[in-house]
């Protein structure tokens, strides 16, 4: 019939009963818009909190080690950082370009934060429709905690666009890129391995185009997920190598002076112990202090 709209033509809650011409053209002008408009959003109010507040002690440290390795030594032979180098590179590249400042340290993660809005909105659709993916989107766009950590000079902002730039790759059955990403993500910060049981896992059982089961004529239901073949397993490990691998060389050169950042790492940190049971609810009270602020305090 004339003027009628299929309802999955529209899946952002928008009216699809009748609708003519000029509203069919503004409501897919809408549609492809609003999570371009989302995305702008979310980065203004990043942007907004870019001098909001001084430099922690962490922010300050990571854009010394930054300008140490652009500047006086690549190999960090003389200044010992406890954090893979990838972040510390970016962000001395940053330097270069807006000058050694708190401001430009924070335009990094201002930036990566702002993308994982649209890996996110990307990933979501994949799975579960282009409804599904726009909520998602939203809901990281407008996290309280998300807008408050982008502006920092902190590795976790950085890290969270890898990590979901390889989770989407493997979901998207992108092999290479999925190894690519999740080298980063390891290169970025040592918890980036925590990225690794999600993206092996989606590889191993990738979902199958539209991410739904199929059913054969007899009623016998196939799972939506198939394990992978082989060459897709080698492009993943081509891609992780190729990033990974100049990291490690880099890291091994330096063995003869200078500690390894994951050496150091496991020194820095606090150790991990298992708590004797009588503990375990005073500590998950303190958990539960530090989650608050998860939902904007």
Same mark, same amino acid.
């Given at each position: 019939?004339?003027?009628?709209?299929?309802?999955?033509?529209?899946?952002?809650?928008?009216?699809?009963?009748?609708?003519?011409?000029? +509203?069919?053209?503004?409501?897919?002008?809408?549609?492809?818009?609003?999570?371009?408009?989302?995305?702008?959003?979310?980065?203004?109010?990043?942007?907004?909190?870019?001098?909001?507040?001084?430099?922690?002690?962490?922010?300050?440290? @990571?854009?010394?080690?930054?300008?140490?390795?652009? %500047?006086?030594?690549?190999?960090?032979?003389?200044?010992?950082?406890?954090?893979?180098?990838?972040?510390?590179?970016?962000?001395?590249?940053?330097? %270069? &370009?807006?000058?050694?400042?708190?401001?430009?340290?924070?335009?990094?993660?201002?930036? =990566?934060?702002?993308?994982?809005?649209?890996?996110?909105?990307?990933?979501?659709?994949?799975?579960?429709?282009? $409804?599904?993916? &726009?909520?998602?989107?939203? =809901? @990281?766009?407008?996290?309280?905690?998300?807008?408050?950590?982008?502006?920092?000079?902190?590795?976790?902002?950085?890290?969270?666009?890898?990590?979901?730039?390889?989770?989407?790759?493997?979901? +998207?059955?992108?092999?290479?890129?999925?190894?690519?990403?999740?080298?980063?993500?390891?290169?970025?910060? %040592? +918890?980036?391995?925590?990225?690794?049981?999600?993206?092996?896992?989606?590889?191993?059982?990738?979902?199958?185009?539209?991410?739904?089961? $199929?059913?054969?004529?007899?009623?016998?239901?196939?799972?939506?997920?198939?394990?992978?073949?082989?060459?897709?397993?080698? $492009?993943?490990?081509?891609?992780?190598?190729?990033?990974?691998?100049?990291? &490690?060389?880099?890291?091994?050169?330096?063995?003869?002076?200078?500690?390894?950042?994951?050496?150091?790492?496991?020194?820095?940190?606090?150790?991990?112990?298992?708590?004797?049971?009588?503990?375990?609810?005073?500590? &998950?009270? %303190?958990?539960?202090?530090?989650?608050? @602020?998860?939902?904007?305090?």
């Amino acid at each position: 019939m004339a003027g009628h709209i299929p309802t999955h033509t529209f899946p952002y809650f928008f009216p699809t009963a009748r609708i003519d011409g000029a +509203q069919r053209l503004f409501w897919v002008a809408v549609k492809r818009l609003a999570l371009p408009l989302l995305c702008l959003g979310a980065f203004a109010l990043r942007l907004n909190l870019l001098a909001a507040w001084p430099f922690r002690e962490d922010e300050a440290m @990571y854009s010394v080690w930054a300008l140490h390795l652009w %500047q006086v030594d690549p190999q960090a032979l003389t200044l010992w950082p406890d954090k893979p180098p990838l972040f510390l590179w970016l962000l001395g590249g940053v330097f %270069q &370009l807006f000058g050694p400042s708190e401001a430009g340290a924070r335009l990094l993660n201002i930036a =990566a934060d702002t993308l994982v809005i649209g890996v996110v909105a990307a990933t979501g659709r994949s799975l579960w429709g282009s $409804r599904a993916g &726009l909520l998602a989107g939203l =809901a @990281y766009a407008f996290n309280p905690f998300a807008i408050s950590f982008a502006p920092t000079a902190y590795t976790d902002p950085t890290l969270i666009l890898w990590g979901s730039l390889a989770l989407y790759a493997a979901i +998207q059955r992108r092999g290479f890129w999925a190894g690519l990403f999740l080298a980063a993500a390891i290169a970025t910060k %040592q +918890q980036g391995l925590l990225y690794a049981p999600l993206i092996v896992g989606v590889i191993l059982l990738a979902p199958v185009a539209g991410g739904r089961g $199929r059913v054969e004529d007899d009623g016998t239901a196939h799972s939506p997920f198939a394990i992978r073949h082989s060459p897709f397993t080698i $492009r993943f490990l081509l891609g992780l190598a190729l990033l990974l691998l100049p990291v &490690l060389l880099w890291d091994a050169s330096r063995w003869a002076v200078a500690p390894s950042p994951w050496d150091l790492s496991v020194r820095n940190y606090a150790p991990l112990a298992l708590l004797p049971p009588g503990e375990w609810l005073p500590r &998950l009270a %303190q958990w539960g202090e530090i989650g608050w @602020y998860l939902v904007g305090s």
